[in-house]
Structures are given as structure tokens and as C-alpha cells.
């Protein structure tokens, strides 16, 4: 059974531009969630999608989107670029709807805002 | 809104050393409990999860946890660490009526010296 994918593994950016990450969840799995690393905030929860559904946001401006497509697939969108957004994007996905179930990571993508 | 704190930020052992990792997480209601593990380059994966039951939970290569309701905790526990397990240990948690958003720890690196 194939993992989570996220494409591409690395962007380079400028500020100002805006970005889209992909995503696609295991085979099966309806729920998508998208997380940033950084060094500095560590691991923090930027929205959740569930049946093409934003079920969860976290406290990230506006600039930050996502959507989901009928196939589970994820795409994620940082418009206006800040040198600040340079971070490990994650995308997780889980096969329920939070009751017991477990969230299997991507490999992310590493953005760096320049 | 629900907050996880990892006690220890570094940590640094022998090989053949106990480790024990400290998480304490702040949330009313009820939880799932996550134990995850960051091998250097590699992707987020789950060491174990408890979602309900024995309060002992038993995990990948040797480790395990333990729920203490009345302390908000759940410490993870290798009775002897390998070079191997050098990596980065994240505690998350997950409020069952929050759909699959994880809350994460801080996370603690562990380094095992051969």
C-alpha cells in the first residue's frame, strides 16, 4: 500500500509569489491534514479536510488555503510569500473521522522563501 | 484549547541506557495519545497510540507508554536505547471532537552515543 505523496520535495520561492503543494493520501483514507515545521514553532496544525470539507483550521492567516478534491487528494496554497513561511510543509492522512484513528505522515515539502 | 509540553528538549544517552521521555498535555475532554518518531531525514512515524483500555500501551522497536489520567501525562519509556534510536520523539494529541487535528509537543531530540 503506497504512503502519503507530496510533491515536489523542495520549492525555492521568492516573496511576494504564491505556492501550491500537493498531496495525495493513502488509498482509502477521506481525511487530510496539513501541518508547518519549523525550528522555531515546531509542529502546528494548519487545517484539516475531510470529504472535500475544511473540518479544522488552525491559526494561520488567510494567505494560507487548502482544498480538497473527490478523490481525497489535497492541495495547499500560500499566497503573498514572507520569508517566514520557509518551513516543512507535512500532509497527513487518516482513514476516519478522528474517532481512533491514527494520521500517517508525508515526506513534505521543504519550501524556502527567498 | 488543548496545549502538549515535552519536558526535556535535548537529551543525550549511552547506548544500552534507559530513556524515559515526559509529556504532559492539556485538555478536558476526552483524548487519543500519539508517540511519534523522527529518524534524521526521514518522515514523521507513529511509535504507538493510545486511544482506550490498558493504560500500558506497547509500541515499535521496544517502547512503550503509559496514561495517567489524573496527571495528564504520557510518558514514553525504552528500557534500553540503541544507536539507532537517535532521532527526534514528538507527543501529540488528539481531541475526539476535533475531527483528526493533532496537537504536537515541542518534540526532544534524543541522541544515543555507541
Redesign the interface.
Known sequence: KAGVTQTPRYLIKTRGQQVTLSCSPISGHRSVSWYQQTPGQGLQFLFEYFSETQRNKGNFPGRFSGRQFSNSRSEMNVSTLELGDSALYLCASSSRDGMNTEAFFGQGTRLTVV | AQSVSQHNHHVILSEAASLELGCNYSYGGTV?L?W?VQYPG?????LL?Y??GDPLVKGIKGFEAEFIKSKFSFNLRKPSVQWSDTAEY?CAV?A?A??????????TRVLVKP
Open positions: 487519543n500519539f511519534y526521514q518522515h514523521l512515524q507513529l497510540k486511544f482506550s514528538f488528539n475526539r476535533a475531527g483528526n487535528k493533532l496537537t504536537f509537543g515541542g518534540g
